[in-house]
């Protein structure tokens, strides 16, 4: 199985050196460079924008080059996080082996490896955003014994010059294929890139949205990926985010997550699927349906789903895409197959079906059953999402879930099997919480949260205090009725936040 995992890798890296790359070392990664004729070295990290930032090395010999990996380097803490005092704002970038992988962009051979923040103590900086979420990771695992392992959907907009050949049919893109669709190859040109970059790209396609204006043709695709522990899920999801940003400069084009680039027309979302694994076994469900450790996980999301906008829907156009028949959550409550439900329960593989034998009647022999694909899907986060921290708190939301004794009743008392938006059912859309309407709502609950988040230490109360600062300051109480009707002033808005995370 190991062997298969190797050979079947698209990671150069991988192959290469014939082991995964959770094994790689610090020899590893020299070798590699000698092997390849490797010229430059790029520390990849993330700061407060949720932005990818480099830090460029030559490499002029070997010695440098093992005390560069040995040792990290040095950055100003203060240009990167708000909330680091310019005084003494040196930190230490050590690069994480596992995540190196050849940039496929540079003119000559680079090797870019991502990397955590320390402190001048050499210790983790507390407030670093992927060491808040190997707090939470961890903390999950030794309170309910399970691993918490999520994926992504990353949504976008591709945005270029008109074209009349194959005009859009006004959001009716879902798995269009070329020639019907203008910019295909782009995608599986990312798809084939994410892949080599170690993403564990699920599949690609087209999506709904898709329509034209005077001058410009708007394509939604999406991407999505497997499930994996959610420090790399978070990874693979800002690396992808990047590699199709730098397609779009490629090619000439806008890349957008923007969770909103019309009214009326399919937003942007970024849909979190999870489940919790123990023994390398997934737990979400049996051979029965749903599991009870699935419900439970479930009512801890409900519970803090409205504050957990404040990490997952960050600026004033997020709260436009979430409103009523636009396929995207308003209330508080799950269901199987309802797209517009807060969670839900996608279709899984639990039956012992015979399917592709009776498909291909040819097929001999047992077709082996594969258990452990069932997740859940988180629906309401989207592009803006600042997924260190959002990944933190689903986690955190998940374990209260887990250990608290009423999960169960609070999972069953906000199930929902209709569609909470025909008329006959407006007593039970009236019952549901709402979620927030604004950034300035979701800062309101996420004050009222804010001790869950700091208990044990996971978020430092400084960063807390950081985003309901910033949500606070977009002032956007009562957006969209003041945007209702006024086409100029949303353009403008989704201009604005454009480019977000």
Not at 31 to 57: P, S
Request: charged fraction near 25%.
């Amino acid at each position: 199985m190991r062997d298969l995992e190797v050979l079947m890798n698209p990671n150069k890296m991988v192959k290469h050196l014939q082991k995964p790359a959770r094994e790689f070392t610090k020899y590893d990664i020299i070798k590699f460079i000698g092997d390849h004729h490797i010229e430059m070295l790029n520390f990849r990290y993330v700061g407060e924008d949720g932005k990818l930032k480099t830090l460029n090395f030559v490499i002029t010999s070997k010695d440098y080059l093992e005390s560069i990996l040995s040792t990290g380097e040095r950055v100003d803490g203060s240009s990167l996080f708000s909330y680091i005092d310019a005084q003494s704002s040196d930190l230490y970038v050590i690069p994480r082996f596992r995540t190196a992988f050849v940039n496929p962009f540079t003119e000559q051979p680079t090797l870019d490896i991502l990397c955590s923040f320390y402190t001048r103590d050499g210790k983790p900086l507390e407030s670093a955003p992927e060491y808040i979420l190997k707090k939470a990771s961890r903390l999950f695992t030794e309170e309910t014994g399970y691993t918490f392992k999520a994926m992504g959907e990353l949504e976008y907009y591709i945005i270029s010059e008109k074209k009349d050949l194959y005009p859009a049919r006004d959001q009716r893109g879902y798995h269009t294929a070329a020639p019907f669709t203008n910019w295909e190859s782009l995608r599986l040109e990312a798809l084939q890139i994410i892949a080599q970059s170690g993403g564990k790209v699920k599949y690609g396609h087209s999506e709904v949205g898709n329509f034209t204006t005077d001058t410009h043709m708007y394509e939604q695709h999406e991407i999505e990926f497997n499930p994996v522990e959610a420090e790399e899920a978070v990874e693979q999801l800002i690396i992808a985010k990047w590699i199709l940003r730098m397609l779009g400069q490629k090619y000439g084009v806008t890349i957008s997550f923007a969770p909103k680039i019309t009214v009326g027309k399919a937003g942007s979302g970024l849909h979190i699927h999870f489940l919790a694994e123990k023994d390398g076994i997934n737990h979400m469900a049996d051979d029965n349906g749903l599991s009870d450790t699935a419900k439970k996980i479930i009512a801890g999301i409900l519970d803090k789903a409205q504050s957990l906008t404040a990490f997952g829907n960050t600026i004033p156009t997020s709260y436009l895409r979430l409103v009523p028949h636009q396929e995207a959550p308003t209330k508080v409550c799950w269901g199987d197959s309802n797209r517009s439900v807060l969670v839900r329960v996608p279709l899984g593989w639990i039956a012992k079906t015979n399917m592709i034998k009776d498909v291909n009647p040819q097929e001999r022999g047992e077709v082996p059953y594969i258990p452990g694909k069932q997740t859940v899907e988180f629906r309401v986060p989207d592009g803006s999402a600042d997924l260190y921290h959002l990944m933190a708190a689903m986690i955190l939301a998940s374990k209260e879930g887990l250990l608290s004794k009423d999960s169960l009743k609070r999972a069953e008392d906000l199930y929902i099997n209709v569609n909470i938006f025909k008329p006959e059912h407006k007593e039970v859309l009236s019952g549901l919480t709402a979620l927030p309407a604004s950034c300035h709502e979701s800062a309101g609950y996420l004050e009222n949260d804010a001790d869950f988040y700091q208990q044990d230490g996971v978020f430092p109360k400084g960063a807390i205090d950081n985003f309901i600062k910033k949500l606070q300051s977009f002032d956007d109480q009562s957006l969209s009725k003041r945007l209702l009707g006024k086409t100029e002033e949303v353009k403008k808005m989704v201009d604005q936040y454009i480019h977000c995370m």
